[in-house]
Protein backbone atom coordinates (compact mmCIF):
# COMPACT_ATOMS: atom_id res chain seq x y z
CA UNK A 1 0.00 0.00 0.00
CA UNK A 2 1.60 3.33 -1.31
CA UNK A 3 2.02 5.75 1.64
CA UNK A 4 0.56 9.24 0.95
CA UNK A 5 1.88 12.28 2.87
CA UNK A 6 -0.42 15.14 3.03
CA UNK A 7 0.62 18.45 3.75
CA UNK A 8 -1.99 20.93 4.86
CA UNK A 9 -1.96 24.99 5.23
CA UNK A 10 -4.76 27.56 6.39
CA UNK A 11 -6.52 27.59 2.52
CA UNK A 12 -7.47 23.84 3.44
CA UNK A 13 -9.67 25.40 6.54
CA UNK A 14 -10.82 28.81 4.92
CA UNK A 15 -13.49 26.84 2.69
CA UNK A 16 -14.58 26.18 6.23
CA UNK A 17 -15.33 29.73 7.15
CA UNK A 18 -11.95 30.03 9.22
CA UNK A 19 -10.23 33.15 8.77
CA UNK A 20 -6.39 32.85 8.26
CA UNK A 21 -4.30 35.61 9.49
CA UNK A 22 -4.03 36.83 6.07
CA UNK A 23 -7.34 37.79 5.13
CA UNK A 24 -7.53 41.46 5.26
CA UNK A 25 -10.54 41.28 6.85
CA UNK A 26 -10.25 38.30 9.16
CA UNK A 27 -10.18 37.41 13.07
CA UNK A 28 -6.52 38.66 13.15
CA UNK A 29 -7.40 42.02 11.23
CA UNK A 30 -8.04 43.53 14.57
CA UNK A 31 -4.67 42.20 16.26
CA UNK A 32 -1.34 42.36 15.66
CA UNK A 33 0.85 39.04 15.61
CA UNK A 34 3.24 40.89 17.82
CA UNK A 35 0.11 41.23 21.02
CA UNK A 36 -1.48 37.83 20.66
CA UNK A 37 0.88 35.58 19.20
CA UNK A 38 4.28 35.85 21.33
CA UNK A 39 5.73 34.36 24.41
CA UNK A 40 6.23 38.38 25.70
CA UNK A 41 2.89 39.37 24.40
CA UNK A 42 1.70 36.25 26.81
CA UNK A 43 4.39 37.88 29.59
CA UNK A 44 3.08 41.22 28.91
CA UNK A 45 -0.98 41.45 28.43
CA UNK A 46 -2.05 37.64 29.20
CA UNK A 47 -5.52 38.85 29.33
CA UNK A 48 -5.28 39.97 25.72
CA UNK A 49 -3.91 36.52 24.31
CA UNK A 50 -6.34 34.56 26.30
CA UNK A 51 -9.38 36.34 24.81
CA UNK A 52 -7.48 36.10 21.41
CA UNK A 53 -7.40 32.23 21.39
CA UNK A 54 -10.68 32.04 23.59
CA UNK A 55 -12.38 34.00 20.39
CA UNK A 56 -10.68 31.81 17.72
CA UNK A 57 -11.78 28.41 19.71
CA UNK A 58 -15.17 29.76 19.59
CA UNK A 59 -14.97 30.53 16.08
CA UNK A 60 -13.82 26.75 15.38
CA UNK A 61 -16.74 25.49 17.25
CA UNK A 62 -18.75 26.86 15.13
CA UNK A 63 -17.12 25.22 11.57
CA UNK A 64 -17.64 21.91 10.16
CA UNK A 65 -15.00 20.39 8.08
CA UNK A 66 -15.16 21.15 4.26
CA UNK A 67 -14.58 19.07 0.97
CA UNK A 68 -11.20 18.93 1.32
CA UNK A 69 -10.87 17.53 4.75
CA UNK A 70 -13.48 14.46 3.85
CA UNK A 71 -11.51 13.75 0.86
CA UNK A 72 -8.32 13.64 2.69
CA UNK A 73 -9.86 11.07 5.12
CA UNK A 74 -11.58 8.83 2.69
CA UNK A 75 -7.61 8.70 0.95
CA UNK A 76 -7.82 6.17 4.03
CA UNK A 77 -9.42 3.50 2.32
CA UNK A 78 -6.82 2.82 -0.41
CA UNK A 79 -3.39 3.79 0.54
CA UNK A 80 -1.44 4.87 4.20
CA UNK A 81 -1.78 8.38 4.63
CA UNK A 82 -0.13 10.95 7.03
CA UNK A 83 -1.86 14.71 7.32
CA UNK A 84 1.03 16.97 8.49
CA UNK A 85 -0.33 20.09 9.42
CA UNK A 86 0.01 23.70 10.16
CA UNK A 87 -3.09 23.96 11.09
CA UNK A 88 -4.13 24.76 14.69
CA UNK A 89 -8.02 23.18 14.15
CA UNK A 90 -8.90 20.04 14.74
CA UNK A 91 -11.10 19.63 10.88
CA UNK A 92 -8.78 16.79 10.01
CA UNK A 93 -9.63 15.02 12.81
CA UNK A 94 -13.42 15.59 12.80
CA UNK A 95 -13.35 14.54 8.98
CA UNK A 96 -11.67 11.31 9.84
CA UNK A 97 -8.06 11.49 9.07
CA UNK A 98 -6.81 8.78 11.69
CA UNK A 99 -2.98 10.53 11.82
CA UNK A 100 -2.48 13.70 12.09
CA UNK A 101 0.96 15.88 13.28
CA UNK A 102 0.25 19.93 14.64
CA UNK A 103 3.01 21.27 13.71
CA UNK A 104 2.01 24.49 15.05
CA UNK A 105 0.04 22.96 18.37
CA UNK A 106 -3.88 22.74 18.96
CA UNK A 107 -6.38 25.03 19.29
CA UNK A 108 -8.26 22.43 21.74
CA UNK A 109 -5.83 21.84 23.94
CA UNK A 110 -4.08 23.83 26.67
CA UNK A 111 -0.51 23.46 28.27
CA UNK A 112 1.54 24.52 31.30
CA UNK A 113 3.66 27.18 30.87
CA UNK A 114 6.49 25.22 33.22
CA UNK A 115 6.09 21.55 31.60
CA UNK A 116 5.23 22.12 27.41
CA UNK A 117 5.19 18.25 27.71
CA UNK A 118 2.05 18.81 30.38
CA UNK A 119 -1.13 19.42 27.70
CA UNK A 120 -4.61 18.75 28.90
CA UNK A 121 -7.90 19.05 26.52
CA UNK A 122 -10.19 21.91 26.97
CA UNK A 123 -13.63 21.56 27.32
CA UNK A 124 -15.78 24.26 24.74
CA UNK A 125 -14.01 27.39 23.60
CA UNK A 126 -13.19 29.85 26.76
CA UNK A 127 -10.24 29.52 28.61
CA UNK A 128 -10.32 30.94 32.29
CA UNK A 129 -7.50 33.74 32.58
CA UNK A 130 -6.28 31.95 36.10
CA UNK A 131 -6.87 28.65 35.39
CA UNK A 132 -4.25 26.33 36.35
CA UNK A 133 -2.24 22.97 35.36
CA UNK A 134 -1.71 19.78 37.79
CA UNK A 135 1.79 20.99 38.40
CA UNK A 136 -0.04 24.17 39.80
CA UNK A 137 1.29 26.38 37.24
CA UNK A 138 -0.68 28.89 35.03
CA UNK A 139 -1.80 27.10 31.49
CA UNK A 140 -1.61 28.60 27.78
CA UNK A 141 -2.78 28.03 24.63
CA UNK A 142 -0.97 24.64 23.33
CA UNK A 143 0.11 26.91 20.60
CA UNK A 144 3.56 27.33 18.69
CA UNK A 145 3.82 31.06 19.23
CA UNK A 146 5.98 32.83 16.76
CA UNK A 147 10.01 32.89 18.11
CA UNK A 148 9.40 29.38 19.50
CA UNK A 149 10.77 26.03 18.56
CA UNK A 150 8.21 23.92 16.35
CA UNK A 151 8.82 20.84 18.47
CA UNK A 152 7.02 18.44 16.00
CA UNK A 153 9.15 19.39 13.14
CA UNK A 154 11.46 16.45 13.62
CA UNK A 155 8.71 13.95 13.47
CA UNK A 156 7.27 15.13 10.64
CA UNK A 157 10.46 15.30 8.34
CA UNK A 158 10.31 11.80 9.43
CA UNK A 159 7.04 11.33 7.77
CA UNK A 160 7.88 13.37 4.78
CA UNK A 161 11.00 10.86 4.32
CA UNK A 162 8.84 8.13 4.33
CA UNK A 163 6.39 8.78 2.24
CA UNK A 164 5.50 7.48 -1.58
CA UNK A 165 3.45 10.48 -3.04
CA UNK A 166 3.63 13.89 -0.96
CA UNK A 167 0.15 16.31 -1.67
CA UNK A 168 0.54 19.73 -0.65
CA UNK A 169 -2.94 21.79 0.15
CA UNK A 170 -3.82 25.11 0.78
CA UNK A 171 -0.30 26.74 2.27
CA UNK A 172 1.78 29.50 0.32
CA UNK A 173 4.87 27.38 1.40
CA UNK A 174 5.66 31.03 2.80
CA UNK A 175 5.96 29.79 6.57
CA UNK A 176 9.66 28.20 8.16
CA UNK A 177 10.58 25.54 9.25
CA UNK A 178 6.98 23.66 8.09
CA UNK A 179 7.45 24.95 3.99
CA UNK A 180 11.34 23.00 4.16
CA UNK A 181 8.62 19.69 3.90
CA UNK A 182 8.61 19.10 0.63
CA UNK A 183 12.56 19.07 0.58
CA UNK A 184 12.34 15.91 2.45
CA UNK A 185 10.83 13.56 0.04
CA UNK A 186 12.89 11.03 -1.26
CA UNK A 187 14.09 11.79 -4.91
CA UNK A 188 11.55 11.11 -7.63
CA UNK A 189 8.61 11.10 -5.36
CA UNK A 190 6.17 12.76 -7.18
CA UNK A 191 4.49 16.02 -5.17
CA UNK A 192 1.24 17.65 -6.20
CA UNK A 193 0.24 21.13 -5.11
CA UNK A 194 -3.26 21.87 -4.69
CA UNK A 195 -3.51 25.96 -4.51
CA UNK A 196 -5.31 28.82 -6.41
CA UNK A 197 -3.14 30.92 -6.34
CA UNK A 198 1.21 30.77 -6.60
CA UNK A 199 2.94 29.04 -3.26
CA UNK A 200 6.56 29.14 -3.49
CA UNK A 201 7.59 25.96 -5.37
CA UNK A 202 10.79 26.84 -6.47
CA UNK A 203 12.82 24.35 -3.40
CA UNK A 204 10.62 21.92 -4.89
CA UNK A 205 12.74 19.28 -7.10
CA UNK A 206 10.77 16.78 -7.48
CA UNK A 207 8.00 15.99 -9.91
CA UNK A 208 5.79 18.33 -9.84
CA UNK A 209 1.65 18.83 -10.53
CA UNK A 210 -0.36 21.95 -9.58
CA UNK A 211 -4.33 21.77 -9.62
CA UNK A 212 -5.13 25.44 -9.23
CA UNK A 213 -8.10 25.36 -7.11
CA UNK A 214 -9.14 25.76 -4.15
CA UNK A 215 -8.93 22.91 -1.40
CA UNK A 216 -12.55 22.30 -1.82
CA UNK A 217 -12.77 21.68 -4.85
CA UNK A 218 -9.41 20.78 -6.20
CA UNK A 219 -8.57 18.04 -3.30
CA UNK A 220 -11.42 15.79 -4.59
CA UNK A 221 -10.43 15.80 -8.06
CA UNK A 222 -7.10 14.80 -7.07
CA UNK A 223 -8.09 12.12 -4.90
CA UNK A 224 -9.94 11.21 -8.06
CA UNK A 225 -6.66 11.21 -9.70
CA UNK A 226 -4.33 9.69 -7.19
CA UNK A 227 -7.01 6.22 -7.53
CA UNK A 228 -6.53 6.02 -11.41
CA UNK A 229 -2.81 6.68 -11.48
CA UNK A 230 -1.70 4.36 -8.58
CA UNK A 231 -4.45 1.96 -7.89
Known sequence: MKKIVVFTGAGVSADSGLATFRDADGLWANYRIEDVCTPEALARNRALVIEFYNLRRKELLKTKPNAAHEAIAELEQWFDVEVVTQNVDNLHEQAGSSRVTHLHGELMKLRSQNNPSLIVPIEGWEQGLDDRAEDGSLLRPHIVFFGESVPMFDRATEIAREAD???????????????????????????????????????????????????????????????????
Open 165 to 231: VMVVVGTSLAVYPAAMLVRYARAGVPIYVVDPGEPDTSMIRNPLTHIKERGATGVPKLVEMLKDEFL
